[in-house]
């Protein structure tokens, strides 16, 4: 099953997404990779690797990631996992965790898990 990894300045943050998605698909493997090694606020290169590693299988990680920093630690921790079936997701945070955790639990290939989680962009509240 493809694993989600959600990066964010933040830890409560980061935790509150997976929290939430965890609702709507509790077996979908998750992890949060928020906020700093020492809490404060900030992305961790360690925390990052380490959720995916975590929840790494054949399947693939999708990591969805707030802004700016988060996007570039997590390119850096890419760069030293090349060999790894493992994508960043351009997606509203929340939206695209919720419907790529639905998705990755019917057991979807990572294209489609990448597929939903990008359509979220598009997707109107109300």
Do not use: W
């Given at each position: ?73 997590t ?5 030293m ?6 994508k ?39």
């Amino acid at each position: 099953m493809v694993g989600i990894v959600i990066v964010s300045h933040s830890q409560k943050l980061a935790e509150g997404v997976v929290d939430l998605a965890s609702l709507m698909a509790p077996e979908t493997p998750m992890r949060a990779a928020g906020g700093m090694d020492d809490g404060g606020f900030g992305t961790s290169f360690e925390k990052i690797s380490t959720a995916i590693d975590e929840i790494y299988s054949d399947d693939g990680v999708i990591i969805l990631m707030d802004m700016g920093s988060a996007v570039m630690t997590t390119e850096m921790v890419l760069e030293m996992m090349e060999d790894r079936n493992v994508k960043m997701v351009d997606c509203p945070v929340v939206e695209g965790a919720i419907a790529a955790a639905v998705v990755a639990a019917g057991g979807a290939p990572m294209a489609d898990v990448i597929q939903v989680a990008e359509a979220a962009k598009t997707t109107a509240k109300f």
